[in-house]
């Protein structure tokens, strides 16, 4: 094999460079030039007309730390998150497990499953307020059939949450579990014919051939879910609005708030960085977590 001059080698590269130029551009345009841009405006005292800009340094993070509103919203981002992302991971992978393989009925269930994914945040807000009013819905005439007063799970501070959960797993399942089908398809079938042939359990196939055969994308999903469930706005907004109490109020919900409600665009800024951080940490922590397990 001959070496590459290095005029050849300067060629490629600006080949290279011209290739890779209109995705540069975008990323910078849309995602790099963005995150400086906020954090210069988190240093101002910044109004949402744009008529008022104030250099005030690190007073908005001042604010943030002594903010008991935002650490409410942390808190119950965190708890959702954590109520979510472990549900929604392990679903996805019984509903992939259970559905896995060839024939119609399972074809036809996979698409079953996939199609809530491609509805709007609207559409499934309405369909679960639906469900759960105590008034007119669908769960109602199960608890008057027993002799119960149905219970307004979406103004309960127990229930608020959880019924939140819910709607968010129905509403996006989907992704998660098709990914864990395409992982599963990539298993060699030789490995389960193997097993078989030693009679082993369905128990022992799963742990020793299906879960480490599918690991990265368990990794996938689970920072994907993530980064997804710490942004949740749109059900709460639509659902509850923040309530009951705050109870489910979020971090964006919060963000919306402070700077589309009260206009305070720098301190909204602030509390967006803050969110990144935390979504790039816990990111971060999975994705290490991940690496010392393959290295194990």
């Known amino acids: 094999m001959t070496n590459r001059t ?12 011209i290739f890779l130029a209109p995705f540069l551009i975008i990323y910078c345009v ?7 841009k906020a954090v210069f405006i988190s240093f101002h ?20 730390w002594y903010d008991d509103y935002f650490w409410k919203a942390l808190g119950n981002t965190m708890r959702f998150a954590a109520m979510a992302v472990p549900s929604m991971t392990i679903l996805a992978l019984l509903l992939a497990l259970g559905l896995h393989g060839h024939g119609r009925v399972r074809a036809v269930l996979r698409s079953v499953f996939f199609s809530s994914s491609v509805f709007s945040v609207t559409v499934v807000t ?8 105590p008034d007119r819905g669908l ?15 979406l103004g309960s501070v127990e229930w608020a949450m959880p019924s939140l959960v819910i709607a968010t797993l129905w509403w996006g399942v989907g992704l998660p579990m098709a990914l864990f089908l395409a992982a599963l398809g ?11 042939l030693d009679h082993a359990s369905r128990w022992s196939t799963l742990r020793y051939i299906t879960l480490p055969g599918i690991r990265h994308t368990v990794l ?11 942004q949740i706005f749109g059900q709460a907004q639509l659902m509850t609005k923040g309530g009951p109490a705050n109870t489910t109020l979020t971090l964006v919900q919060y963000i ?7 206009w305070q665009v720098g301190y909204a800024t602030t509390i967006a960085l803050a969110l990144f951080v935390v979504m790039a940490g816990f990111s971060m922590l999975q994705l290490w977590l991940g690496r010392k397990g393959d290295d194990q």
């Open 45 to 64: 005292d910044w109004e949402l007309a744009g008529g008022y800009r104030e250099w005030i340094g690190f007073f908005n993070y001042e604010d943030l």
């Open 30 to 36: 849309f995602l790099i030039f963005p995150l400086f």
């Open 220 to 230: 996938l999903v689970l920072v994907l879910q993530i980064v997804g469930q710490f």
């Open 256 to 262: 919306y708030n402070t700077g589309f409600r009260d």
């Open 139 to 153: 769960i109602a005439p199960i608890f008057r059939s027993m002799g119960m007063e149905p219970i307004n799970f």
């Open 126 to 133: 309405l369909v679960w307020q639906m469900v759960l009013s």
């Open 186 to 196: 990539q298993i060699p079938d030789e490995l389960y014919e193997a097993a078989e």
């Open 6 to 17: 290095p005029q050849r080698m300067r060629r490629d590269g600006r080949a290279a460079l």
